[in-house]
Each structure stands twice: as C-alpha cells, then as structure tokens.
C-alpha cells in the first residue's frame, strides 16, 4: 500500500492530503515493524542461544519485509526531496493541539515562526530509515545462513564427476538429435 501511495507523487493525484496519507502510513509501518521485530527478536535470540537453528518463517518474513520497505523509504525521501508539496494551506485549515511551544516561542523571539515541512518530512525519513536499518542489522546475525557452494557451479557438477557427467549428457543429446534427420530421409518399405 505504501508503495501505491508513493507512485501518485508527481503526478494529477498528488496533493498535501496524499503526502499526508503517506507520513501517516509510514509512521504507522515503522511502528509495527518495530513492535513486531520486538516481539519475535528476543525469541530467536533465546532459540540460537539454546542451540536451536533460527528457522522461524515469520522472523524470515520480517527481515526481507524490512528491507523492502527500507529501499522504499529510500525513494519516498527522494521524491520528498525532489518533489515538495506546499503544506502550509493544509496544516493552517486544520484543528490542532495548542502548539503552547510555538506561542512561547513566538512571543520570546518576536517573530512568526512558520514550520518547514519539507525539512520536517525529509528528517523524519532519515529518522524512520534508521531505525529500520538498525532493526534489519540486528536481525541480519540471526538470519539462517546457506552454504557457500550451493551458489557456485561446483555444487552443480558434483566434486566426483569432476565435470565429465554434464558433457557425456550433451553428446548423447547431440547424437540422437542428428539421428531423427537421419530417419526422416529413410523412408519404411511398407509406405
């Protein structure tokens, strides 16, 4: 869903209610996948510590949902970045809380200070990246590793055919694949 957010940004249906939907969403898929690793990291971890094999499909799930959604993240701060909304008209036609800390601050400065939301979002991102990237290295260690040789055309050969059963394989193919033009110029005496 976040991600059919993020392709309207640009275009016709691009609007501050839509930026809006967007940070709203990413807060909350931040949080529950904080809340989430929260509740399965500390079962893995006492799992690896008893000897058990980290196997669990959900954790699994999470971390490659984590990092799919930090790459998203990633984009959403460059059409941030490259794309602003202009907010303003958007935050100054809603009810908010009392914003006691802009009044102080207003009256203490003698200044009108005016939110840059851009700036805001965008370090908003970084933060939600973070935290994401820090969650997706903490599980990282307890990720079930593969063996080095199953990515590798050795594994495919075998160590004891040294090669030679992939080849013998080829030629038989080759040998018989000539053969069926051989027969078809034959002709059976019985036609």
């Not at 202009?86 to 935050?91: E, I, P, R, T």
């Not at 935290?131 to 307890?142: A, L, N, S, T």
């Not at 079930?144 to 080829?170: C, F, H, V, Y």
């Amino acid at each position: 869903m976040f991600r059919d957010l993020l392709i309207h940004v640009g275009q016709t249906r691009d609007c501050p209610e839509l930026r809006e939907k967007i940070r709203k969403l990413r807060r909350t898929l931040v949080d529950a996948c904080r809340h989430t690793s929260q509740l399965l990291l500390p079962q893995v971890r006492s799992a690896v510590a008893d000897g058990i094999p980290a196997d669990n499909p959900h954790f699994v799930l999470l971390f490659f949902i984590a990092q799919l959604f930090l790459r998203e993240l990633a984009k959403c701060h460059r059409l941030v970045q490259v794309i602003p909304m202009d907010m303003s008209g958007y935050y100054d036609n809603r009810p908010g809380p009392s914003n006691l800390g802009n009044v102080i601050s207003q009256i203490l400065l003698c200044k009108q200070i005016t939110p840059d939301f851009k700036q805001e979002e965008l370090c908003s991102i970084t933060k939600d990246s973070q935290d994401i990237r820090k969650m997706v290295q903490d599980m990282q260690e307890f990720m079930p590793r593969q063996e080095n040789s199953t990515e590798r055309n050795q594994a495919l050969i075998g160590d004891d055919a040294g090669g030679q059963q992939w080849t013998m394989k080829n030629r038989s193919a080759s040998f018989y694949k000539n053969m069926g033009s051989f027969c078809c110029i034959c002709r059976p005496n019985y036609v």
